[in-house]
């Protein structure tokens, strides 16, 4: 066994509890959301027995941030509609977008 940090759900403290890890066979996936993610290994714990350790893509605040600036850029009568100051909106986005321009990790994110 080894060691991991695992939450209290009841205290909200994280303690070192005890875990194996599996290796997941070849081609394992398992289903979150209706969508299949593949499985790269197990985690058993004795508190809460077996669970999958996926792999889920995940985007960048960076990259986030600049989706939301492009779709008000693109769509600005989406945002406006429901009482948001769209030109407000943009102006931070882009302030902080260009303050967190060492976090890009794309080419198209340098140019925002």
Not at 50 to 65: E, G, N, R, T
Not at 72 to 80: D, H, I, M, Q
Request: proline share 6%.
């Amino acid at each position: 066994m080894q060691k991991a940090i695992c939450r209290d759900e009841d205290t909200g403290t994280y303690e070192y509890s005890g875990v194996e890890f599996i290796p997941a066979p070849e081609g394992d996936s398992y289903e979150i959301g209706g969508k299949q993610y593949p499985v790269h290994q197990y985690v058993q714990t004795a508190g809460y027995g077996i669970a999958p350790l996926v792999d889920i893509p995940m985007m960048s605040d960076y990259h986030w941030q600049k989706m939301c600036l492009d779709d008000r850029l693109k769509n600005p009568e989406k945002y406006s509609k429901n009482g948001e100051d769209v030109p407000a909106t943009i102006r931070k986005l882009t302030e902080w977008l260009i303050a967190h321009a060492d976090e890009c990790d794309d080419a198209e994110g340098r140019r925002a």
